[in-house]
């Protein structure tokens, strides 16, 4: 289920006629997952710190809504790297 993320409060301009202007923002995504799958996003992450806008808690964490099928796929290219491989014979 979606939620809502707020944004920024409105900050002075340094500019000298004192408007107020919006600080950059970002789109965002939640991802809610278990703790294992989302230590492997917080490790992708790490590498450049490209993906991550919050950590929220250990299931949750906003990532940046542009960035969501990079890091889709590299999450799927690290969990293919963890499995074993699937014994395709037939035998059990």
């Known amino acids: 289920m979606p939620r809502a993320i707020r944004s920024m ?9 004192g408007l107020l202007t919006n600080p950059p923002c970002l789109a965002g995504v939640l991802i809610e ?6 230590s ?4 992708i992450d790490s590498e450049n710190h490209d993906f991550i806008i919050e ?11 542009n960035m969501v099928p990079l890091l889709k796929q590299k999450l799927e290219d690290r969990l293919k790297e963890n499995l074993p491989p699937v014994d395709e014979s037939g035998s059990e």
């Open 55 to 65: 950590d929220l808690d250990e299931e949750r964490v906003v990532v940046k809504e």
């Open 40 to 43: 492997i996003i917080v490790n």
């Open 9 to 17: 409060p409105l900050h002075a301009s340094s500019s000298s006629k």
């Open 33 to 38: 997952c278990d703790p294992s799958i989302k």
